[in-house]
Nanobody, 124 residues
Framework: VQLQASGGGLVQAGGSLRLSCAAS????????MGWFRQAPGKEREFVAV????????YYTDFVKGRFSISRDNAKNTVYLQMNSLKSEDTAVYFC??????????????????WGQGTLVTVSS
């Protein structure tokens, strides 16, 4: 599966953005989908994951209550709604796919396919 992330940009602290991850080459209903991010000078870190059906989601603590992951399998797209953005959310955001036979994943080595990343910059 090929993934294309989009929706990044410059936003003020407290604002919102919605990232999209469009898949091609395969239907995303075969995959657990995740979002990760990498801030300047830091390692890539887990943000959120959603099961292949959308019935289960999991978030890292620093985005709980602010970010929401969702998917539309009919559109072959996964979303990350980001609200109440903080300057520390500034990073390149990546979407990733993991075949559903492996269940949920929480680290980048769990995911085999990656998008190219989209930059989110939050100004304070």
């Amino acid at each position: 599966v090929q993934l294309q992330a989009s929706g990044g940009g410059l936003v003020q602290a407290g604002g919102s953005l919605r990232l999209s991850c469009a898949a091609s080459g395969s239907t995303i209903s075969n995959y657990v989908m995740g979002w990760f991010r990498q801030a300047p000078g830091k390692e890539r870190e887990f943000v959120a994951v959603i099961s292949w059906s959308g019935g289960s989601t999991y978030y890292t603590d620093f985005v709980k209550g602010r970010f929401s992951i969702s998917r539309d399998n009919a559109k072959n797209t996964v979303y990350l709604q980001m609200n109440s953005l903080k300057s520390e959310d500034t990073a390149v955001y990546f979407c990733a796919a993991r075949h559903r036979i492996y269940n949920m994943g929480y680290v980048d080595s769990d995911f085999a396919s990656w998008g190219q990343g989209t930059l989110v910059t939050v100004s304070s």
